[in-house]
């Protein structure tokens, strides 16, 4: 028998590679996926995203989502493979486009409450992207409502007879703003008074003087006031107070109270009576 020569130590082989490509939107909020191509049966990979050149922490698996830190930077992705008995390999992809804003996720605004003076008016803005921060603007027929820029919005006698509307305004880092507007609501009507009913003080007889107390209505509303002896108007008797006169002798008193505001419906409120007139 004859034995050959010795071979030289039998080196690694070498891996068939292709240079990755990257699929996704260039933009930020968008996923990018590492595409490596046909390489050697077998291979495993490894990844390392880069922007502008330089490593992006954390970003070492087949997909990364862009964010506002990659803005307006190109991105490349490296792939390495390895196999036992092979050289490992790396490929870097080609650059992509410079990182584009993100859009936002965005929804136009409601509005709930009840449409009348008085009243508070909440938006619902609806579901954005997260971490979106937001900016609120109420209008009235179209037009701004001086310092209306929160989450809620009471309703005064300015925007009697006009509709309602808000702009809610999304912006994130690294994302174009956008601007959102809710449909109309119907036009603001006239609003309720809280009322009360009215009490008297003082005594019941002729020559003294009584006193009408109107209790807790709305802030700012304007008082009438008319007396009553035995249901009818006592002529002239006009004013909070009353001094009773011979003519009430015998006769119960009542006074009705009516309260007024601008951009509310008028109320009337009558007190109980008095014992007779003494």
């Known amino acids: 028998s004859k034995t050959s020569a010795k071979t030289s130590v039998v080196a690694k082989g070498t891996l068939t590679t292709a240079t990755p490509k990257i699929d996704g939107t260039v933009k930020v909020g968008s996923t990018l996926t590492a595409v490596a191509g046909q390489w050697t049966s077998g291979t495993t990979f490894t ?24 803005l307006g930077e190109p ?6 493979g390895s196999k036992d008995g092979y050289a490992t390999v790396s490929k870097t992809s080609a650059k992509t486009s410079v990182v584009a804003k993100g859009t936002l996720t965005s929804v136009a605004p409601t509005i709930s409450g009840t449409v009348k003076v008085g009243s508070t008016l909440t938006v619902s803005r609806g579901k954005w992207t997260s971490g979106t921060t937001f900016k609120y603007q109420w209008y009235a027929s179209g037009k701004v409502i001086k310092g209306a820029t929160s989450t809620t919005f009471v309703l005064s006698a300015d925007q009697l007879g006009e509709p309602i509307t808000v702009k809610v ?7 174009t703003t956008v601007s959102k507007t809710s449909a109309k609501t119907s036009v603001v009507a006239k609003g309720t008074l809280t009322t009360a009913t009215p009490t008297i003080s003082g005594t019941a007889k ?63 409120k009558t007190s109980k009576t008095t014992g007779k007139v003494t």
């Open 206 to 268: 002729v020559g003294s003087a009584l006193t009408a107390k109107p209790g807790k209505w709305t802030a700012g509303t304007k008082f009438t006031y008319q007396w009553l002896a035995d249901g009818k108007a006592i002529k002239g008797a006009t004013k909070k107070t009353y001094t009773l006169t011979a003519t009430e002798k015998g006769k119960v008193i009542a006074v009705k109270v009516t309260g007024t505001k601008t951009g509310y419906t008028t109320a009337s």
């Open 47 to 70: 990844y390392r995203w880069y922007s502008l050149g330089k490593a992006i922490r954390g970003a070492t698996a087949a997909s990364f989502v862009l964010t506002a830190d990659q």
């Open 169 to 175: 305004t999304g912006s994130k880092d690294g994302y």
């Open 75 to 80: 991105i490349t992705v490296k792939v390495t």
